[in-house]
Protein backbone atom coordinates (compact mmCIF):
# COMPACT_ATOMS: atom_id res chain seq x y z
CA UNK A 1 0.00 0.00 0.00
CA UNK A 2 1.30 3.45 -1.08
CA UNK A 3 1.91 5.82 1.67
CA UNK A 4 1.66 9.77 1.44
CA UNK A 5 5.20 11.11 1.89
CA UNK A 6 5.70 15.29 1.61
CA UNK A 7 8.27 16.51 -0.14
CA UNK A 8 10.01 19.72 0.63
CA UNK A 9 10.20 22.14 -2.44
CA UNK A 10 12.88 25.54 -1.73
CA UNK A 11 10.89 28.66 -2.20
CA UNK A 12 13.15 31.45 -3.96
CA UNK A 13 12.58 34.69 -1.92
CA UNK A 14 14.07 38.21 -2.12
CA UNK A 15 13.86 38.82 1.25
CA UNK A 16 17.44 39.74 2.64
CA UNK A 17 16.43 40.80 6.07
CA UNK A 18 14.25 37.62 6.84
CA UNK A 19 17.84 35.70 6.24
CA UNK A 20 19.38 37.37 8.63
CA UNK A 21 16.55 38.05 11.35
CA UNK A 22 13.93 35.67 13.22
CA UNK A 23 9.97 36.19 12.55
CA UNK A 24 9.96 38.24 16.29
CA UNK A 25 12.49 40.59 15.19
CA UNK A 26 11.04 42.17 11.87
CA UNK A 27 7.83 42.35 14.07
CA UNK A 28 9.83 44.56 16.22
CA UNK A 29 11.71 46.56 13.81
CA UNK A 30 8.10 47.03 11.71
CA UNK A 31 6.51 48.20 14.96
CA UNK A 32 9.36 50.88 15.67
CA UNK A 33 9.84 52.19 12.44
CA UNK A 34 6.27 54.01 12.10
CA UNK A 35 7.20 55.87 8.55
CA UNK A 36 4.85 54.60 5.25
CA UNK A 37 8.35 54.27 2.96
CA UNK A 38 10.80 52.48 1.72
CA UNK A 39 11.94 50.65 4.67
CA UNK A 40 8.60 49.68 5.77
CA UNK A 41 7.62 48.09 2.80
CA UNK A 42 10.76 45.96 2.76
CA UNK A 43 9.71 45.17 6.52
CA UNK A 44 6.32 44.01 5.28
CA UNK A 45 7.08 42.07 2.48
CA UNK A 46 9.89 40.04 4.85
CA UNK A 47 7.25 39.45 7.59
CA UNK A 48 4.98 38.16 4.34
CA UNK A 49 7.12 36.11 3.43
CA UNK A 50 8.37 34.58 7.58
CA UNK A 51 4.85 33.86 8.17
CA UNK A 52 3.95 31.46 5.02
CA UNK A 53 6.10 28.74 7.66
CA UNK A 54 4.13 29.15 10.74
CA UNK A 55 0.79 31.68 10.22
CA UNK A 56 0.18 31.76 6.52
CA UNK A 57 -2.81 33.68 6.94
CA UNK A 58 -1.51 36.41 8.57
CA UNK A 59 1.26 36.25 5.97
CA UNK A 60 -1.30 37.37 3.38
CA UNK A 61 -2.30 40.38 5.75
CA UNK A 62 1.41 41.03 5.54
CA UNK A 63 1.25 40.85 1.89
CA UNK A 64 -2.03 43.14 1.14
CA UNK A 65 -0.19 45.94 3.29
CA UNK A 66 2.86 45.84 1.24
CA UNK A 67 0.65 45.85 -1.78
CA UNK A 68 -1.10 48.92 -0.69
CA UNK A 69 1.83 50.92 0.63
CA UNK A 70 3.69 49.94 -2.51
CA UNK A 71 1.31 51.62 -4.47
CA UNK A 72 1.34 54.29 -2.82
CA UNK A 73 4.74 55.33 -3.28
CA UNK A 74 4.50 53.47 -6.99
CA UNK A 75 7.55 51.01 -6.38
CA UNK A 76 7.01 48.66 -8.96
CA UNK A 77 9.52 45.91 -7.47
CA UNK A 78 8.30 46.27 -4.07
CA UNK A 79 4.83 45.76 -5.25
CA UNK A 80 6.26 42.58 -7.35
CA UNK A 81 7.45 41.05 -4.01
CA UNK A 82 4.58 42.17 -2.08
CA UNK A 83 2.42 39.85 -4.63
CA UNK A 84 5.01 37.33 -4.94
CA UNK A 85 4.53 36.68 -1.14
CA UNK A 86 1.19 36.98 -0.98
CA UNK A 87 1.72 33.89 -3.55
CA UNK A 88 3.73 32.20 -0.87
CA UNK A 89 1.13 31.81 1.32
CA UNK A 90 -1.54 31.20 -0.63
CA UNK A 91 0.44 28.08 -1.68
CA UNK A 92 1.55 27.48 2.09
CA UNK A 93 -2.40 27.24 2.37
CA UNK A 94 -2.79 24.81 -0.45
CA UNK A 95 -4.89 27.57 -2.64
CA UNK A 96 -2.85 26.84 -6.21
CA UNK A 97 -5.37 28.72 -8.31
CA UNK A 98 -4.56 32.12 -5.78
CA UNK A 99 -1.19 31.56 -5.64
CA UNK A 100 -0.70 31.50 -9.37
CA UNK A 101 -3.09 34.09 -10.07
CA UNK A 102 -0.75 36.70 -7.73
CA UNK A 103 2.52 35.18 -9.19
CA UNK A 104 1.24 36.13 -12.64
CA UNK A 105 1.18 39.58 -11.27
CA UNK A 106 4.31 39.47 -10.04
CA UNK A 107 5.90 38.43 -12.90
CA UNK A 108 3.93 40.53 -15.06
CA UNK A 109 5.89 43.24 -13.41
CA UNK A 110 9.24 41.98 -13.16
CA UNK A 111 9.26 41.26 -17.24
CA UNK A 112 8.21 45.07 -17.56
CA UNK A 113 10.83 46.22 -15.38
CA UNK A 114 13.43 43.48 -17.15
CA UNK A 115 14.43 42.43 -14.10
CA UNK A 116 16.10 38.93 -14.71
CA UNK A 117 16.69 37.49 -10.39
CA UNK A 118 12.63 38.00 -10.01
CA UNK A 119 11.45 36.45 -12.90
CA UNK A 120 13.72 33.68 -12.17
CA UNK A 121 12.11 33.96 -8.32
CA UNK A 122 8.10 33.65 -9.98
CA UNK A 123 9.77 30.88 -12.26
CA UNK A 124 10.95 28.82 -9.39
CA UNK A 125 7.71 29.63 -7.12
CA UNK A 126 5.22 29.06 -9.89
CA UNK A 127 7.03 25.63 -10.73
CA UNK A 128 6.46 24.77 -7.30
CA UNK A 129 2.31 24.82 -7.58
CA UNK A 130 2.53 23.52 -10.93
CA UNK A 131 4.19 20.16 -9.18
CA UNK A 132 1.46 20.30 -7.10
CA UNK A 133 -1.28 19.86 -9.90
CA UNK A 134 0.96 17.71 -11.64
CA UNK A 135 2.26 19.74 -14.88
CA UNK A 136 5.62 18.12 -14.61
CA UNK A 137 7.06 18.72 -17.75
CA UNK A 138 6.05 22.47 -17.61
CA UNK A 139 7.20 22.68 -13.59
CA UNK A 140 11.02 20.98 -14.72
CA UNK A 141 11.14 23.91 -17.84
CA UNK A 142 10.44 26.61 -15.03
CA UNK A 143 12.99 25.11 -12.66
CA UNK A 144 15.57 25.12 -15.70
CA UNK A 145 15.03 28.94 -16.79
CA UNK A 146 15.21 29.90 -12.85
CA UNK A 147 18.62 28.09 -12.20
CA UNK A 148 20.12 29.15 -15.39
CA UNK A 149 19.68 32.83 -13.95
CA UNK A 150 20.81 31.85 -10.69
CA UNK A 151 24.00 30.60 -11.73
CA UNK A 152 24.87 33.33 -13.99
CA UNK A 153 23.95 36.04 -11.26
CA UNK A 154 25.89 33.52 -8.90
CA UNK A 155 23.28 33.40 -6.29
CA UNK A 156 24.52 29.89 -4.80
CA UNK A 157 21.15 30.02 -2.11
CA UNK A 158 18.62 30.08 -5.23
CA UNK A 159 20.78 27.70 -7.49
CA UNK A 160 20.22 25.36 -4.35
CA UNK A 161 16.54 25.80 -4.35
CA UNK A 162 16.07 25.16 -8.02
CA UNK A 163 18.36 21.67 -7.61
CA UNK A 164 16.22 20.69 -5.14
CA UNK A 165 13.21 21.19 -6.58
CA UNK A 166 14.15 19.56 -9.89
CA UNK A 167 15.17 16.62 -7.83
CA UNK A 168 11.43 16.98 -6.35
CA UNK A 169 9.94 16.23 -10.29
CA UNK A 170 12.25 13.38 -10.31
CA UNK A 171 11.13 11.98 -7.72
CA UNK A 172 7.36 12.02 -8.49
CA UNK A 173 8.51 10.74 -11.64
CA UNK A 174 9.78 7.91 -9.48
CA UNK A 175 13.43 8.63 -11.32
CA UNK A 176 15.13 7.96 -8.04
CA UNK A 177 18.75 8.48 -8.83
CA UNK A 178 17.90 11.38 -10.63
CA UNK A 179 16.31 12.62 -7.90
CA UNK A 180 19.05 11.68 -5.73
CA UNK A 181 21.47 13.53 -7.96
CA UNK A 182 19.62 16.64 -7.54
CA UNK A 183 19.11 16.61 -3.99
CA UNK A 184 22.85 15.82 -3.50
CA UNK A 185 23.59 19.03 -5.49
CA UNK A 186 21.86 20.89 -3.82
CA UNK A 187 22.56 20.07 -0.34
CA UNK A 188 26.37 20.54 -1.17
CA UNK A 189 25.91 23.96 -2.03
CA UNK A 190 24.07 24.38 1.23
CA UNK A 191 26.34 23.34 3.27
CA UNK A 192 28.76 25.95 2.45
CA UNK A 193 25.79 28.38 3.45
CA UNK A 194 24.52 29.74 6.65
CA UNK A 195 20.55 28.28 5.93
CA UNK A 196 19.58 26.02 8.58
CA UNK A 197 16.00 25.89 6.99
CA UNK A 198 16.36 24.90 3.33
CA UNK A 199 19.21 22.49 4.35
CA UNK A 200 16.54 20.50 6.58
CA UNK A 201 14.30 20.47 3.62
CA UNK A 202 17.13 18.80 1.28
CA UNK A 203 17.80 16.05 4.52
CA UNK A 204 14.20 15.07 4.21
CA UNK A 205 13.98 14.84 0.36
CA UNK A 206 16.77 12.22 0.53
CA UNK A 207 15.33 10.15 3.52
CA UNK A 208 11.91 10.29 0.88
CA UNK A 209 14.17 8.78 -1.85
CA UNK A 210 15.28 6.27 0.95
CA UNK A 211 12.17 5.31 1.77
CA UNK A 212 11.33 4.81 -1.83
CA UNK A 213 14.28 2.47 -2.11
CA UNK A 214 13.25 0.46 1.28
CA UNK A 215 16.04 1.63 3.09
CA UNK A 216 14.59 2.39 6.39
CA UNK A 217 17.12 2.92 8.50
CA UNK A 218 19.05 5.51 6.37
CA UNK A 219 15.54 7.35 5.65
CA UNK A 220 15.07 7.57 9.03
CA UNK A 221 18.68 8.89 9.88
CA UNK A 222 18.20 11.63 7.07
CA UNK A 223 14.31 12.64 9.15
CA UNK A 224 15.50 13.12 12.37
CA UNK A 225 18.40 15.51 10.91
CA UNK A 226 15.77 17.22 9.34
CA UNK A 227 13.67 17.61 12.21
CA UNK A 228 15.92 18.13 14.67
CA UNK A 229 17.03 21.25 12.11
CA UNK A 230 13.08 22.20 11.61
CA UNK A 231 12.53 22.57 15.57
CA UNK A 232 15.80 24.79 15.66
CA UNK A 233 14.16 27.05 13.04
CA UNK A 234 10.67 26.85 14.27
CA UNK A 235 9.48 25.94 11.09
CA UNK A 236 6.00 24.59 12.07
CA UNK A 237 4.94 23.58 8.38
CA UNK A 238 8.64 21.30 8.18
CA UNK A 239 7.86 19.58 11.80
CA UNK A 240 4.47 18.35 10.37
CA UNK A 241 5.82 17.45 6.87
CA UNK A 242 8.29 15.45 8.85
CA UNK A 243 6.78 13.87 11.63
CA UNK A 244 4.29 12.80 9.24
CA UNK A 245 7.61 11.04 6.78
CA UNK A 246 8.92 9.08 9.81
CA UNK A 247 4.82 8.00 10.77
CA UNK A 248 5.53 6.25 7.05
CA UNK A 249 8.71 4.52 8.06
CA UNK A 250 7.27 3.35 11.40
CA UNK A 251 4.27 2.03 8.85
CA UNK A 252 6.44 0.50 6.40
CA UNK A 253 8.41 -1.14 9.05
CA UNK A 254 5.78 -3.10 9.80
CA UNK A 255 4.54 -0.68 13.03
CA UNK A 256 1.47 0.73 12.25
CA UNK A 257 0.35 1.66 15.89
CA UNK A 258 3.54 3.80 16.36
CA UNK A 259 2.96 5.23 12.60
CA UNK A 260 -0.58 6.10 13.89
CA UNK A 261 0.88 8.26 16.51
CA UNK A 262 3.39 10.05 14.47
CA UNK A 263 0.26 10.65 11.85
CA UNK A 264 -2.26 12.35 14.34
CA UNK A 265 0.40 14.81 15.26
CA UNK A 266 1.27 16.86 11.79
CA UNK A 267 -2.74 16.47 10.90
CA UNK A 268 -3.26 18.49 14.42
CA UNK A 269 -0.49 21.20 13.02
CA UNK A 270 -1.76 21.03 9.42
CA UNK A 271 -5.40 21.43 10.77
CA UNK A 272 -3.98 24.94 12.62
CA UNK A 273 -2.48 26.07 9.54
CA UNK A 274 -5.41 25.43 7.14
CA UNK A 275 -3.28 23.71 4.46
CA UNK A 276 -6.02 20.99 2.77
CA UNK A 277 -3.12 19.09 1.08
CA UNK A 278 -1.31 17.84 3.34
CA UNK A 279 -4.12 17.39 6.03
CA UNK A 280 -5.54 14.34 2.92
CA UNK A 281 -1.74 13.42 2.86
CA UNK A 282 -2.51 12.91 6.72
CA UNK A 283 -5.82 11.52 6.57
CA UNK A 284 -4.36 8.75 4.29
CA UNK A 285 -1.97 7.59 5.85
CA UNK A 286 -3.64 7.20 9.25
CA UNK A 287 -6.36 5.18 6.76
CA UNK A 288 -3.65 3.04 5.89
CA UNK A 289 -2.19 2.27 8.88
CA UNK A 290 -5.71 1.87 10.64
CA UNK A 291 -6.28 -1.10 8.48
CA UNK A 292 -3.39 -2.70 8.78
CA UNK A 293 -4.27 -2.55 12.77
CA UNK A 294 -7.84 -4.54 10.85
CA UNK A 295 -10.21 -1.53 11.71
CA UNK A 296 -11.29 -0.89 7.77
CA UNK A 297 -14.70 0.60 8.45
CA UNK A 298 -12.82 3.75 10.41
CA UNK A 299 -10.12 3.45 7.38
CA UNK A 300 -12.81 4.38 4.84
CA UNK A 301 -14.03 6.96 7.11
CA UNK A 302 -10.28 8.61 6.73
CA UNK A 303 -9.85 7.90 3.12
CA UNK A 304 -13.80 9.60 2.46
CA UNK A 305 -12.31 12.37 3.91
CA UNK A 306 -9.13 12.56 1.81
CA UNK A 307 -10.47 12.32 -1.07
CA UNK A 308 -13.59 15.47 -0.78
CA UNK A 309 -10.26 17.57 0.40
CA UNK A 310 -8.67 15.87 -3.01
CA UNK A 311 -11.23 16.72 -5.30
CA UNK A 312 -11.62 20.23 -3.80
CA UNK A 313 -7.74 20.95 -4.10
CA UNK A 314 -7.30 19.40 -7.46
CA UNK A 315 -4.07 17.71 -6.09
CA UNK A 316 -4.70 14.58 -8.63
CA UNK A 317 -0.99 13.00 -7.85
CA UNK A 318 -3.15 11.98 -3.96
CA UNK A 319 -6.04 11.96 -5.61
CA UNK A 320 -4.75 8.89 -7.12
CA UNK A 321 -3.59 7.60 -4.22
CA UNK A 322 -6.81 7.94 -2.19
CA UNK A 323 -9.07 5.99 -4.68
CA UNK A 324 -6.66 3.54 -5.34
CA UNK A 325 -6.61 2.78 -1.33
CA UNK A 326 -10.46 2.44 -1.06
CA UNK A 327 -10.22 0.47 -4.27
CA UNK A 328 -8.16 -2.29 -2.23
CA UNK A 329 -10.50 -1.70 0.27
CA UNK A 330 -13.02 -2.52 -0.90
CA UNK A 331 -11.47 -5.78 -2.83
CA UNK A 332 -10.39 -6.91 0.54
CA UNK A 333 -12.43 -6.02 3.89
CA UNK A 334 -14.20 -8.61 4.85
CA UNK A 335 -17.47 -9.15 4.30
CA UNK A 336 -18.81 -8.54 8.07
CA UNK A 337 -16.65 -4.90 7.74
CA UNK A 338 -18.60 -4.10 4.56
CA UNK A 339 -21.94 -4.52 5.57
CA UNK A 340 -21.13 -2.03 8.66
CA UNK A 341 -20.28 0.18 5.64
CA UNK A 342 -23.47 0.12 4.33
CA UNK A 343 -22.26 -1.84 1.61
CA UNK A 344 -23.37 -5.79 -0.01
CA UNK A 345 -21.23 -8.65 -1.15
CA UNK A 346 -22.42 -8.02 -5.22
CA UNK A 347 -20.96 -4.82 -5.59
CA UNK A 348 -18.05 -4.61 -3.36
CA UNK A 349 -16.17 -5.35 -6.77
CA UNK A 350 -17.98 -3.23 -8.84
CA UNK A 351 -17.11 -0.23 -6.21
CA UNK A 352 -13.83 -1.14 -6.16
CA UNK A 353 -13.43 -1.36 -10.13
CA UNK A 354 -14.29 1.93 -10.45
CA UNK A 355 -12.15 3.25 -7.73
CA UNK A 356 -9.26 1.23 -9.68
CA UNK A 357 -10.02 2.96 -12.81
CA UNK A 358 -10.35 6.24 -11.69
CA UNK A 359 -6.81 6.23 -9.91
CA UNK A 360 -5.23 5.23 -13.37
CA UNK A 361 -6.74 7.73 -14.89
CA UNK A 362 -5.12 10.38 -12.39
CA UNK A 363 -2.47 8.54 -12.29
CA UNK A 364 -1.85 9.02 -16.02
CA UNK A 365 -2.28 12.50 -15.87
CA UNK A 366 0.42 13.13 -13.36
CA UNK A 367 2.59 9.98 -15.44
CA UNK A 368 3.29 8.56 -11.60
CA UNK A 369 4.78 5.47 -12.85
CA UNK A 370 4.81 4.58 -8.99
CA UNK A 371 0.79 5.01 -8.39
CA UNK A 372 0.37 2.68 -12.03
CA UNK A 373 2.12 0.48 -10.57
CA UNK A 374 0.06 -0.47 -7.41
CA UNK A 375 -3.35 -0.04 -9.01
CA UNK A 376 -2.33 -2.31 -11.53
CA UNK A 377 -1.29 -4.60 -9.18
CA UNK A 378 -4.20 -4.07 -7.02
CA UNK A 379 -6.30 -5.03 -9.92
CA UNK A 380 -4.53 -8.13 -10.81
CA UNK A 381 -6.12 -9.13 -7.26
CA UNK A 382 -9.46 -8.02 -7.49
CA UNK A 383 -9.80 -9.70 -10.98
CA UNK A 384 -8.30 -13.07 -9.28
CA UNK A 385 -11.14 -12.85 -6.67
CA UNK A 386 -13.61 -12.55 -9.56
CA UNK A 387 -11.92 -14.97 -11.18
CA UNK A 388 -11.91 -13.27 -13.96
CA UNK A 389 -7.92 -14.64 -14.78
CA UNK A 390 -7.34 -12.85 -18.70
CA UNK A 391 -7.56 -9.85 -16.91
CA UNK A 392 -6.04 -10.52 -14.09
CA UNK A 393 -3.13 -11.74 -16.27
CA UNK A 394 -3.09 -8.54 -17.93
CA UNK A 395 -3.60 -6.22 -15.30
CA UNK A 396 -0.22 -8.05 -13.97
CA UNK A 397 1.41 -7.72 -17.05
CA UNK A 398 1.13 -3.62 -16.95
CA UNK A 399 1.99 -3.73 -13.16
CA UNK A 400 5.36 -5.49 -14.08
CA UNK A 401 5.94 -2.84 -17.02
CA UNK A 402 5.51 -0.21 -14.42
CA UNK A 403 7.22 -2.01 -11.47
CA UNK A 404 10.35 -2.25 -13.47
CA UNK A 405 10.36 0.94 -14.75
CA UNK A 406 11.12 2.30 -11.42
CA UNK A 407 13.30 -0.89 -9.71
CA UNK A 408 15.62 -1.93 -12.80
CA UNK A 409 18.87 -3.38 -11.65
CA UNK A 410 20.73 0.14 -12.64
CA UNK A 411 18.75 2.14 -9.50
CA UNK A 412 20.86 0.58 -6.97
CA UNK A 413 24.23 0.87 -9.38
CA UNK A 414 23.32 5.10 -9.89
CA UNK A 415 22.56 5.60 -6.68
CA UNK A 416 25.70 3.98 -5.11
CA UNK A 417 27.84 6.11 -7.90
CA UNK A 418 25.82 9.47 -6.79
CA UNK A 419 26.63 9.05 -3.03
CA UNK A 420 29.98 8.17 -4.04
CA UNK A 421 30.72 11.37 -6.21
CA UNK A 422 28.81 13.92 -3.43
CA UNK A 423 31.59 12.48 -0.46
CA UNK A 424 34.27 13.16 -3.58
CA UNK A 425 32.99 16.52 -3.93
CA UNK A 426 32.64 16.95 -0.07
CA UNK A 427 35.76 15.84 0.37
CA UNK A 428 37.70 18.40 -2.74
CA UNK A 429 35.44 21.03 -1.64
CA UNK A 430 37.33 20.59 2.07
CA UNK A 431 40.65 20.30 0.44
CA UNK A 432 40.32 23.65 -1.84
CA UNK A 433 39.45 25.74 0.79
CA UNK A 434 42.12 24.58 3.84
CA UNK A 435 44.74 25.01 0.91
CA UNK A 436 43.10 28.98 0.44
CA UNK A 437 43.16 29.55 4.16
CA UNK A 438 46.67 28.72 4.22
CA UNK A 439 47.46 30.34 0.94
CA UNK A 440 46.17 33.32 3.32
CA UNK A 441 48.14 32.67 6.25
CA UNK A 442 51.24 32.97 4.28
CA UNK A 443 50.42 36.20 2.64
CA UNK A 444 48.71 38.01 5.85
Same mark, same amino acid.
Given at each position: ??????????????????????????????????????????????????????????????????????? /? *?? $????? #?? =?? +? &?? !??? %????? @????????????????????????????????????????????????????????????????????????????????????????????????? /? *?? $????? #?? =?? +? &?? !??? %????? @????????????????????????????????????????????????????????????????????????????????????????????????? /??? $????? #??????? !??? %????? @??????????????????????????????????????????????????????????????????????????????????????????????????????????????
Amino acid at each position: MLKTLTLFLLLACNCAMAQLSQLDSLLQLAEIHQQEDGTKLRLLNDIAFEYNFTEPKKGIESANRGILLAK /S *LN $DRLGL #AS =AY +S &NK !GVN %YAAMG @DDSSALHVYRMALEIYTGEDNLPGMARIYNNMAIVLVGIADYPKALDYYQQSFSVFEKLDNKSQMAASLNNMGVVYLYLADYPKALNYYLKSLTILE /S *LD $DDRAR #AN =AL +S &NI !GIV %YKNLS @DNKKALEFDEKALALYTKTGNRQGIANTLGNIGVVHDNSNDPKLAVEYYRKPLAINNELGNKKRIASDLINIGVALRSLHDPVSANDYFKRALKLCE /SSG $DKNTL #AIVLNEL !GDL %YANAP @DSMLANMGVSGRTRFSRALDYFENSLAAAKETGAADRQSETWENLSGTYQKMKLYDKALEAYKQYIVFRDSIHNVENGKQVTRTEMEFEFQKKETLATAQIENERILRNS
